[in-house]
T-cell receptor, first 113, second 113 residues
Framework: EAQVTQNPRYLITVTGKKLTVTCSQN?????MSWYRQDPGLGLRQIYY???????DKGDVPEGYKVSRKEKRNFPLILESPSPNQTSLYFC????????????FGPGTRLTVT | AQSVTQLDSHVSVSEGTPVLLRCNYSSSYSPSLFWYVQHPNKGLQLLLKYTSAATLVKGINGFEAEFKKSETSFHLTKPSAHMSDAAEYFCAVSGGSQGNLIFGKGTKLSVKP
């Protein structure tokens, strides 16, 4: 089944404790992206990747890191999480180019206390 | 630059009555436009997309949307609401070569019995 998977689905952590949210897709997509969703703000892009070893900042990259060492994986790293990073996070992937449908993972709900 | 404005944060309809969710966009390019749906505790699912073919686009579950360039609008409609349509709906625009999506802030649809 074609899908985007994320782990963990739920995470509660404390300020400053490094964490990684994994994202993997099995559709051989070049493009991958991370979003955060907050009430009343919709989805905002954190980082995206056009291909292996190619990443770029989205609209809200502060406090986040990403890497793209393999085509199928695009982990999101919070090296020192803070409470304002409490949010619902989505990973998405698509073929490259305009007009391509993005496929979304199920989401990771992160709480930083 | 691209942007999306969803004109209503919350729409409430009765089961069996028409649904109208409004979306205006701004784009420097010839845009590709999308509607996604998010059911509670789920990821985003594509309803339909416009990519410069027919201006009236039909999607899943009886939804359709009409691209109106003169009005910079891409409103989502359905003739008869079902209880299962209760969800949050996001309009998105993609105008750049990278395929990045810019999302609106979402419209929550409630369906009353």
């Amino acid at each position: 089944e074609a899908q985007v998977t994320q782990n963990p689905r739920y995470l509660i952590t404390v300020t400053g404790k490094k964490l990684t949210v994994t994202c993997s897709q099995n559709m051989n997509h070049e493009y991958m992206s991370w979003y955060r969703q907050d009430p009343g703000l919709g989805l905002r892009q954190i980082y995206y990747s056009m291909n292996v070893e190619v990443t770029d900042k989205g609209d809200v990259p502060e406090g986040y890191k990403v890497s793209r060492k393999e085509k199928r994986n695009f982990p999101l790293i919070l090296e020192s999480p803070s409470p304002n990073q409490t949010s619902l996070y989505f990973c998405a992937s698509s073929l490259r180019g305009r007009g391509r449908e993005q496929y979304f993972g199920p989401g990771t709900r992160l709480t930083v206390t | 630059a691209q942007s999306v404005t969803q004109l209503d944060s919350h729409v409430s309809v009765s089961e069996g009555t028409p649904v109208l969710l409004r979306c205006n966009y701004s784009s420097s390019y010839s845009p590709s436009l999308f509607w996604y749906v998010q059911h509670p505790n789920k990821g985003l699912q594509l309803l339909l997309k416009y990519t410069s073919a027919a201006t009236l686009v039909k999607g899943i579950n009886g939804f359709e949307a009409e691209f109106k360039k003169s009005e910079t609008s891409f409103h989502l409609t359905k003739p008869s609401a079902h209880m299962s349509d209760a969800a949050e709906y996001f309009c998105a625009v993609s105008g750049g070569s990278q395929g990045n999506l810019i999302f609106g802030k979402g419209t929550k649809l409630s369906v009353k019995p």
